[in-house]
Structures are given as C-alpha cells and as structure tokens.
C-alpha cells in the first residue's frame, strides 16, 4: 500500500495548524501587551489624580498633569479652565487656551468634547461644574474607554484640588487678618500702658526724685513682663513675687465688675509678706481664672459672696477663694471649668505649687499653695515640669469651635496645632506635612472614622479620636475627650513624646 500522499496530507495539516497556532499566539501576545500598556497608563492617570491634591497652586498642578501626562497617555498639552464668579464664562488659569469653544462648549454641557486635535473634560463637584480641563495632542486624541474614564475622574480631582486651594487662600487671607487685628489691640495696649509711666519718668527726670523714676520704669517693665509671659511662657522673668500684694491688686481690678453683678467680696490677707518665687505674669494669670470663674458660679446663686483670704502653712503660702453658689453651679467637668481649672492648674504646678478643690466645702472652695521663696530654694521642695519638645498635630473636626479650646491648651503646653475640617483635607495635609499624631472626630461629613484612621496611618505614626461623651470608643486607639482636660492633653503628649 502507498501512504506516501496520505504522509503528505498529514505533514501539510500539522504545519497549518502549527502556523495558526503561532499567529493565534502573536495576535494573543500583542492584545495583552496592549491591555498590560493600558492598564499601566489607567493606573499612572489614576496616580497623578492623588499628586494634584498636594500642589500648592494652579500651576504647580498644571507641571504635574504636563509632565505625566505626555510620558502615560501622549498628551502634548494641558490647559486648565475655571468658570468666573457670578458668570459661566470661563478664563485660563494654567496653560495657553487651544480650542476655547470647544472648552466652553463642555462647561455649558457638563459632558466630554471631543475634538481632532483637542479633548475636554468638565471639572465637576457635587454635580456643579467649576471649570474645564483640557488635553491636547499633534496626532489627534483617541482615549480608550478605560482611559477616559481616568481622565474624567482627573480631571473631577483638578477641580477639586482648586476648590481646596481657593479654601486654603482665603483662609490664610482670614488668619492674616486676624493676626494683624491681634497685632493692633496688642500695640494698643502695649502704648496705653506705657505712656503714663513712660511720661512720668521723662517729668521726672528733669528733677531730683530718682526713686519715683524708678517706680515708674519697674511699672513699665511690669508691664513688659505680663506680656512676655502670655506669648512666651518660658521667656517670663522668674523674681519674687509678693502674694498679697498680687490678691491686692487682682481684687482692685474686679471691684467694678464684682459691684456691677452685686457681688459681696471680702479679701483677708495674711500679716506681713507672702513672698514666693515665679512669673508675676503667669501667677495672675493663674488666680484670676479661679476668682472670674467664681464669679460665673454666682450668677444665679440668691447670696453673692466671695472670700479670698491668704495664709502662712509653715513653708508653704495659700490662697484660698470660696464662694456661696452650690456645688452644681460650679462643675469641674464643663467645658470652661475644665479647661480654664486646667490653664491654673498647670500654671501653679510649673510654680511648684498645687491647686485644689476641698471636698469638706461641696466644692466652693479651692486653694492654691505655693512654697515661700526659702522653701523654693530647696530642689526637693519644687516640682519642675519637663519641658517636652515641641509636638505638632493635626486636628480634624467639622466645627472649629469645638477645636478651638484644644489649640490654644496645645499652644500654653508650647506645641503645635493645625485644625482642618474634613477627612479629605487632612489626608492632603498629612501627605505633605510631618505630623506627631491625627485626632479626628469620630463623626466627619465625608469619610467614615475607621476608614480615615487606615488612610492616615500610612502618613503618621499616631491616629486618634476626638472624642465627646456620646462617641464609641475606639479599641486601642489615641483618645483626646471633650472637653479638654489640660492634665489629659499633657499626658497624652508625654506619651506622644517618649514614643517619637
């Protein structure tokens, strides 16, 4: 038999099928290549999305989007339009305009333009359209679906990014207002205080009464002193401090206001001098919390007193205020009792002293001790604060008054504070800056607590809650309670440091 033609036939099949196989192989190989190419690009689009939050203005935004957009999808160039306030006209905030209608065409329609050389994608947020990006390329611009897609969501995160940078503008334009307010009223008073002694020592000096000038410019320094104190704790000159003398002339400066709320006060001091060593600034500071919240206490109370009265306790000097409103009035827990008692507590305890509530008075009296200056001179018998280094956080709450008491606590402590509203701001923040710790509100308007503390752990070392009475606690996590308690807050810093 001759299977010499059947051999053939079978060889020719084999080949064929081999051939196919190989151009099925090469058409397979070459579709992956492209979907791999274009996952690369989506992935890399996607990427630059994230960048666009970390610049600092529109045309830092606009060299991110260039560079990364001609190396990942063969865009030649990109344009940024915003739409004007009041008006859907649009102007170039970044770049050269190459095709404007075809940009306005896609702000009025809210939808992608496509043209043969140029490509538009509206800017939306919430549903409102804030500007146009548009790409363009010399050999036209054919974007995949995946790739528009990308493009789309970019282009969304630009407008974004924007809406934050205008945010971020005005709120610095806000802050350097109200600096410069402050700045004002500080040089007001600075001049208001120091014209009188400033004009007596000049009056003075014309004649032989050398001791009144010295009066004068120790008034003028004093002055200086109280300052200095308030904006830089650990610039305050630290001298005797006679504590009658300061009651003495604390309870002068209330006298008006404790007539005005029928206030009966009764100050009893001590025979002789009380003389303690410190800050004269600061330990006002102190007492005067103490005496205007005892104030506050009275305002609904039927008897008004109030009894400030000095003492010698061996070494050790103290002043106690008691007044006549029950123990409810007065509630260490409230926001203003916790935190003012705070401000005085830490005050007196960087002094050496104590302040303390008695508990035989139901809570209307309270004492501060301080140790007399032969007693101060001992090491043993002052306590000294440990002077952390300066810590930095970020604070996330959609009320800023609620931060408020928390910065300016974090800011007597000499820390520092940045308080933002939302979740999608703070990862900003987080991603540019160095933070010590993230607090954030157990409830945000745009990201859930748990999924914000993932995010922000990959930026700091430490994520926490800002939490009130009503939150869940967080198993485990950094917990700041509301309102803030200064010991609670130092601790937690402590804690922050020694792990830093």
Known sequence: MDFSSGASLDRTTVGTAVVSMLLASLVWWRRLGRLTKQRRTVGQIYALSEEAFRARSAAEILSQLAGKLRESAGLEAVTIFVAESGSE?????????????????????????????????????????????????????HPPADEMAALRHLANQVGIALQLLEQRQLRDQLLRSEKLGAVG????????????????????????????????????????????????????????????????????????????????????????????????????????????????????????????TTTQVESQAVLSVEFSAASSAWNEDTESGAWSLGVARGIIESHGGELRRDPASDGTRFEIELPLTESAARPSAR????????????????????????VEALGRLEHRAIPVLTAAEALEYASRLKFDAVLAAAQLPDLAWSEFAEKARAHAAHVGLIATASDTAQPGALTLHLPVDELELERILTGLDETA
């Open 89 to 141: 006209q649009l102007e170039v905030v970044a770049g050269k305009a190459v095709d404007a209608k075809a940009a306005q065409r896609c702000h009025d329609s809210a939808e992608a333009v496509l043209t043969p050389n140029s490509l538009s994608l509206p800017m939306l947020s919430q549903g409102a359209g804030s500007g146009v990006l548009q790409c363009t390329a010399h050999q036209g611009v």
């Open 383 to 406: 306590r000294v604060r440990q002077q952390s280094k300066p810590l930095t956080l970020l604070l996330v709450h959609p009320d800023t008054n609620v931060l408020r008491p928390v």
């Open 185 to 308: 009223q500080l040089i007001s008073s600075i001049a208001t205080e120091l014209q009188p002694p400033l004009q007596r020592i000049s009056a003075a000096a014309r004649g032989p009464a050398l001791s009144e000038v010295a009066g004068d410019a120790n008034q003028a320094l004093d002055t200086l002193e109280r300052l200095i104190s308030f904006g830089r704790p650990d610039q305050a000159r630290v001298r005797p401090v006679e504590l009658n003398e300061l009651v003495r002339n604390l309870a002068a400066f209330r006298a008006q206001p404790w007539r005005l709320q029928l206030v009966a006060a009764d100050v009893n001091l001590a025979p002789g001098e009380l003389t303690v060593l410190g800050s004269s600034g600061q330990l006002e500071q102190a007492v005067l919390s103490v005496l205007v919240h005892a104030e506050q206490s009275l305002q609904h109370a039927s008897t008004k007193n109030i009894i400030v």
